[in-house]
Every structure is written in C-alpha cells, then in structure tokens.
C-alpha cells in the first residue's frame, strides 16, 4: 500500500501535471508516465484504495504473519501432520527458546 499511499499524496498535491512534475522533480513526460500508472493502479485496486483512506489500516500483519509462517514450512521441508506444524508455528512465531536459562 505504500505506492497506494504515495500515489494519494501526489494527486491531492497536484492539482496539474505542472504541479505533479515540480514534486517529482521529473521531465514532463516522465510526470505524465508516472501520473498516467498511478491513475491505472488506482483504478485497478480502487476499493483497497479507499478502505484504506476511510479506515487507515492494512492487512499488512496478517502479511507478515504469513511470510513468517511459510518461511517456517520452506524451513524443515514439510511436517508429517498439522498438529507438529501447529506447534512448529507457535514455537518459532511466540519466540520461544528451545534452551530456556
């Protein structure tokens, strides 16, 4: 979301594409380019878009949660059930310490 977010910060600055330019600090066909794929990304994710301006939250934890939980299945190669990958789970994303002092 952060392109969204900049993406936002650039049109309500820019009222013009001379405005735009001057914040991008960018040729005016390089502004126009930049503009022209803001407005189509915009368009593509338009109600993510406006989720986030009304509510100002991302699914960006659940994201991370994710990535951690994945790294921890690439990791070992696979479990031979779910309750070892369960516990797989909250051991490495609690933080525990396999040698506690």
Known sequence: MLFERFAIDVLLGAQTVQVAKGILQ???DET???LKKIAKTIQERLPNVVIYCMHGIT???AEGMNSKIMSIKRRVGGYRDRENFKTA???YYGGLD???R
């Open 89 to 91: 789970i909250y051991f």
């Open 98 to 100: 396999l040698y506690p």
């Open 26 to 28: 960018s040729s005016w």
């Open 59 to 61: 699914n960006a934890v």
């Open 32 to 34: 126009w380019h930049i």
